[in-house]
Antibody
Framework: QVQLVQSGAEMKKPGASVKVSCKASGYTFTGYYMHWVRQAPGQGLEWMGWISPKSGGTNYAQKFQGRVTMTRDTSISTAYMDLSRLSSDDTAVYYC?????????????WGQGTLVTVSS | DIQMTQSPSTLSASVGDRVTITCRASQSISTWLAWYQQKPGKAPKLLIYKASSLESGVPSRFSGSGSGTEFTLTISSLQPDDFATYYCQQYNSYPLTFGGGTKVEI
């Protein structure tokens, strides 16, 4: 069965960077785009961007351009999301989410989420 | 960016009720809309895509309709497991955007 397992909770200081991982299993990793979505405490969902595990190509939301980097390691079926210059506004649960049908822009499987807390 | 507005933000209902949630887009998105269910502390779960297509494994009491700018998610007979928050999401254009959510509570 499809599983997306994310790395554990992180606590960071303002100005630092965080890297969240998402290990995929149960399907062909390179066959499906991976998206990242975040959710601030008590708030709604916010799309950050996607990466094509096959090509490494990316598409980031303009809001995060220059601060986010999505990468992958196909040898271990893992996607990564790196967010820099953190502020308290970045405190959120970060989810990886698999694109349905390979490259569609809705999400059929989600990771369990990684809480990133930014505090001095 | 396309703004997605859900109503109501909170809905009180009882087991067995028919429940309807509305999602409005700030511009036409054809039928490029998905619905998700989220329970506290859990990741969202896909229910509906392309406005009305039921995801595999999702109970048939869930249905979606609409096109253009107005969409609805209907639960025909609310079950105890359905108390959750529901989000719509447009994928007509980037950035992909979500509605603010509708919490269905007892």
């Amino acid at each position: 069965q499809v599983q997306l397992v994310q790395s554990g909770a992180e606590m960071k200081k303002p100005g630092a960077s965080v890297k969240v991982s998402c290990k995929a299993s149960g399907y062909t990793f390179t066959g499906y785009y991976m998206h990242w979505v975040r959710q601030a405490p008590g708030q709604g969902l916010e799309w950050m961007g996607w990466i094509s595990p096959k090509s490494g190509g990316t598409n980031y939301a303009q809001k995060f351009q220059g601060r986010v980097t999505m990468t992958r390691d196909t040898s271990i079926s893992t996607a990564y999301m790196d967010l820099s210059r953190l502020s308290s506004d970045d405190t959120a649960v970060y989810y990886c989410a698999r694109a349905a049908d390979g490259d569609k822009n809705w999400f059929d499987h989600w990771g369990q989420g990684t809480l990133v807390t930014v505090s001095s | 960016d396309i703004q997605m507005t859900q109503s109501p933000s909170t809905l009180s209902a009882s087991v067995g009720d028919r429940v309807t949630i509305t999602c409005r887009a700030s511009q036409s998105i054809s039928t490029w809309l998905a619905w998700y269910q989220q329970k506290p502390g859990k990741a969202p779960k896909l229910l509906i895509y392309k406005a009305s297509s039921l995801e595999s494994g999702v109970p048939s009491r869930f249905s979606g309709s609409g096109s253009g700018t107005e969409f609805t998610l209907t639960i025909s007979s609310l079950q105890p497991d359905d108390f959750a928050t529901y989000y719509c999401q447009q994928y007509n254009s980037y950035p992909l955007t979500f509605g603010g959510g509708t919490k269905v509570e007892i």
